[in-house]
C-alpha cells in the first residue's frame, strides 16, 4: 500500500517569511495533488502535477515534483495569514479512482 | 454552482443513537466519494459510488456503516448504532475528471 508522508506536521512562521513543505511517497506516484483545507471547510484542489521535473506556480505558491516522481515540495513566499490551514498531497492509487491523501502539514501564519 | 452540499454540518448525538448524514453532489458530477477525517488517521475514503452505483466500500469501517445514493443529486451515509470512536469530521466529494470537490463536511461528536 503506498504511503504519503509529509512533513513537517507543524508549521507556524510570521507573516512574510517563506516555507517549503514536503511530501514523499513510498512508491512511484500516478498523478500527485495538492490541496488546502481551511478550518471548517473540506480541500481544496490547489494544483495536479504529472510529469517528473513539473515546476508548477499559483501566485505566490511554487509547487515542485521531483525527477523520480516520489516526492514533491510546495514552497509559499512572503506567507499571509490566508495562508493558514491544512496542506495536503494525495495521489491516485494504481492510476485509479482511489485518491490517497498524506497526513497533512498544518500551517498557522501569524500576522 | 453551490458546490456540494452536505448537512447537517454539526451533529451531536448519544452513543447508540442512529445517524444520518446528507451528501448533494454538484450536478453532472457522476462520482461520489465519502470520507472521514481523524486527527490521528487523517482522511480516510470510505465509500465510492459511480452513477449511483457503490463500487468500492472497503473503506466502510464495520457493518455499523451503510451508505445510499437512490439518484444522481442525493447520497447518504448511516451509522447504526453510533459509537464515540464514530466522531469525526464526514465529508462528501463529487469529480469532475480527475479533480475531486469536497463538501464542507459534517462534524459528528457522539458522547
Known amino acids: 500500500t503506498q504511503l504519503l508522508e509529509q512533513s513537517p506536521q507543524f508549521l507556524s512562521i510570521q507573516e512574510g517569511e517563506n516555507l517549503t513543505v514536503y511530501c514523499n511517497s513510498s512508491?512511484?506516484?500516478?498523478?500527485l495533488q495538492w490541496y488546502r483545507q481551511e478550518p471548517g471547510e473540506g480541500p481544496v484542489l490547489l494544483v495536479t502535477?504529472?510529469?517528473?521535473?513539473e515546476v508548477k506556480k499559483l501566485k505566490r505558491l511554487t509547487f515542485q515534483f521531483g525527477d523520480a516522481r516520489k516526492d514533491s515540495s510546495l514552497h509559499i513566499t512572503a506567507a499571509q495569514p490566508g495562508d493558514t490551514g491544512l496542506y495536503l498531497c494525495?495521489?491516485?492509487?494504481?492510476?485509479?479512482?482511489?485518491?490517497?491523501f498524506g497526513s497533512g502539514t498544518r500551517l498557522l501564519v501569524r500576522p | 454552482d453551490a458546490g456540494v452540499i452536505q448537512s447537517p454540518r454539526h451533529e451531536v448525538t448519544e452513543m447508540g443513537q442512529e445517524v444520518t448524514l446528507r451528501c448533494k453532489p454538484i450536478?453532472?458530477?457522476?462520482?461520489l466519494f465519502w470520507y472521514r477525517q481523524t486527527m490521528m488517521r487523517g482522511l480516510e475514503l470510505l465509500i465510492y459510488?459511480?452513477?449511483?452505483?457503490?463500487?468500492?466500500d472497503s473503506g466502510m469501517p464495520e457493518d455499523r456503516f451503510s451508505a445510499k445514493m437512490p439518484n444522481a443529486s442525493f447520497s447518504t451515509l448511516k451509522i447504526q448504532p453510533s459509537e464515540p470512536r464514530d466522531s469525526a469530521v464526514y465529508f462528501c466529494?463529487?469529480?469532475?475528471?480527475?479533480?475531486?470537490?469536497f463538501g464542507p463536511g459534517t462534524r459528528l461528536t457522539v458522547l
Open positions: 512508491s512511484v506516484f500516478s498523478s
Open positions: 450536478s453532472g458530477h457522476n462520482s
Open positions: 494525495a495521489d491516485y492509487m494504481d492510476s485509479s479512482y482511489k485518491l490517497i
Open positions: 459510488f459511480n452513477n449511483n452505483v457503490p463500487i468500492d
Open positions: 502535477v504529472v510529469t517528473g521535473g
Open positions: 466529494a463529487s469529480t469532475s475528471y480527475n479533480e475531486q470537490f
